[in-house]
């Protein structure tokens, strides 16, 4: 990782300044850009350095973090520089654009990779810690629904292999997990959300495989729905608010539920390369 | 290389290629005479429209199977609430009646949403079969002949109708790439089938059935007499990764097939209903 960050930003910085190697110890003072630079640097460090742990969400165990910055030999600084010359440059790293999802048919996989690490995230809190004067029976169908988020996440980013986006830092600050009406009303917005995602995303798709893929997540994701709306009043499984006069459900195309779901999200997510049509 | 060499090498890939230029081979022999007479040098035209004629017809057929497929399955259900409903004493007043009520609406709409959809690509739907609802092909005496006098029964079935339409419509989601508000449509009514399915078996599970809003493995709940709508569900890896376990993960083979619903071909299905139609 660290490897590619300095390919892919180090260069191109270098290729900002005229000549560099010449330049010595004085070339960040060399012009107001650099000091600017390197101010934008101490504002950015902790969440620039965030997100490059985030890149290594796959070592997601602390040792491992350090163990990363060790190999590494750099400080966390050192690092921020790096990735605020790419912030600069546009480069991979680019707060303002965010995580790109990509695009085509792998697009649309790190999008349904993306909502299934909110889910998962939500759920996996939920379960470590249950609201007060849950049932046994709601213990049970909750840990159930967790398992098949992780289930989906993993199948993700496994399938996705090196196409696949970093971890995402969630946002849950809104939400009271110890309150069952708060834990139930955010998973019936989720499970909702994710049903009309799939539903909306399935012409975006081009090979049949993935489709049909897509279409054995949706349906649990829709039982998921139905069961936790049943949870908050039994009978609301598929009431008006889901489904319009023709008997269907919703479908909501990505722009639309990136936009609901980016209050939950802290990193920022750029689905401007995925398909429209 | 000539037409007919490079007819084999589309054969290779698409073993079909002579049905959807046309139904009749003997179209072919007319194409060959056809080529004899004209200019060499016009066959890509002549055949790249063939071709597009050919496949053009073919997706568009494809549509409407889908759509037609879809609305006998769809007649099947509505008729099946419809008849529930209109049972005396069968389906509780209070939110069972309420809950059945809901999805006998639904899949009238499904009906009439088909209906449209199939009008207005200038297609005739299919008419409505005759259903035995006992599963007897006409007799009224098969094995579910007390569905509509037997509240067990009767969710029994309805389960088993929602749990196989969700993996009815899965099955044709690929036939319909490229069809897009077709797709979508379809899609959209595939999530409900889903919603219905998971609100049928809390309500069984509310009387004693052993059994979640998802499926478990390959487990009716219900008996082996409906085995063939959920054989395969007991599927624990997909698209070549393992769920079980996945990547350390504390995911049991349960949680595994929960997590996915498969598909069922239209052949599959059409076996598991045909008891139903007369």
Not at chain 1, 128 to 151: N, V
Request: with cysteine; hydrophobic share 45%; proline share 3%.
């Amino acid at each position: 990782m660290l490897f590619f960050l300095l390919r892919a930003c180090f260069f191109p910085l270098l290729k900002n300044n005229s000549k560099p190697f010449e330049s010595g110890p004085r070339r960040y003072s060399q012009s107001t850009e650099h000091l600017k630079l390197f101010s934008d640097m101490e504002n950015l460090t902790k969440k620039d350095e965030q997100i490059i742990l985030q890149e290594q969400d796959i070592l997601s165990a602390p040792l491992q973090r350090r163990s990363f910055l060790r190999y590494a030999g750099a400080g966390a600084a050192g690092i921020a520089l790096l990735a605020a010359g790419c912030k600069k440059d546009g480069m991979m790293i680019d707060g303002s654009a965010g995580v790109n999802l990509g695009s085509g048919d792998v697009g649309i996989l790190n999008y349904a990779y993306a909502l299934e690490q909110l889910e998962a995230a939500f759920y996996i809190k939920v379960a470590s810690s249950f609201y007060s004067g849950i049932t046994e029976a709601e213990r049970s169908l909750l840990s159930d629904i967790r398992d098949h988020e992780i289930a989906h996440r993993e199948f993700f980013k496994n399938a996705l292999g090196s196409n696949a986006i970093p971890g995402l830092e969630v946002d849950f600050s809104m939400i009271n997990f110890s309150s069952r009406d708060s834990v139930l009303a955010t998973a019936k917005a989720f499970e909702d959300l994710g049903v009309s995602a799939y539903n909306g995303a399935g012409v975006l798709i081009k090979d049949a495989g993935y489709l049909t893929l897509a279409g054995k997540i949706v349906s649990v994701e829709a039982r998921h729905a139905a069961l936790i709306r049943d949870l908050i009043s039994n009978g609301t499984f598929a009431n008006s608010e889901v489904i319009d006069a023709n008997g269907l459900d919703k479908s909501r195309l990505p722009m639309e539920v990136l936009g609901i779901a980016a209050p939950f999200i802290k990193t920022k997510i750029n689905a401007n390369d995925l398909p429209k049509s | 290389m000539n037409i007919l060499n490079i007819l084999e090498e589309i054969e290779k890939t698409d073993a079909e290629v002579y049905e959807r230029i046309s139904p009749r081979r003997k179209a072919m022999a007319e194409f060959y005479g056809f080529g004899k007479k004209i200019a060499l040098a016009s066959i890509p035209f002549a055949l790249g429209t063939m071709f597009k004629k050919a496949y053009a017809q073919t997706a568009s057929a494809d549509v409407e199977a889908v759509l037609q497929f879809a609305l006998t399955l769809e007649y099947l259900e509505a008729e099946f609430y419809t008849k529930g409903v209109a049972a005396a004493g069968l389906v509780p007043a209070g939110p069972a009646l309420g809950a059945i009520t809901t999805i006998r609406d639904h899949e009238n709409q499904h009906v009439a949403f088909l209906k449209t959809a199939l009008t207005s690509l200038g297609k005739t739907p299919v008419s409505k079969p005759t259903f035995d609802f006992s599963a007897g092909n006409g007799s009224n005496t098969g094995p579910f002949a007390n569905v509509f006098s037997n509240y067990d029964t009767f969710l029994a079935v309805a389960q088993t109708f929602e749990d196989t339409g969700v993996r009815a419509y899965k099955g044709q989601a690929g036939a319909l790439i490229g069809s897009g508000g077709v797709l979508t449509a379809a899609l959209n009514i595939h999530s409900v089938e889903a919603r219905h399915a998971a609100h049928i078996r809390q309500m069984r599970k509310a009387r004693g059935a052993n059994i979640k809003p998802w499926i478990t493995g390959q487990d009716t709940g219900i008996g082996a007499i409906v085995q063939a709508s959920y054989a395969g569900e007991e599927l624990e890896t997909q698209a070549g990764v393992k769920i079980t376990g996945i990547n350390g993960q504390m995911i049991s083979a349960s949680a595994a097939t929960e997590a996915f619903d498969e598909p069922l071909t239209k052949a599959q299905i059409l076996a598991i209903v045909d008891p139903f139609i007369v």
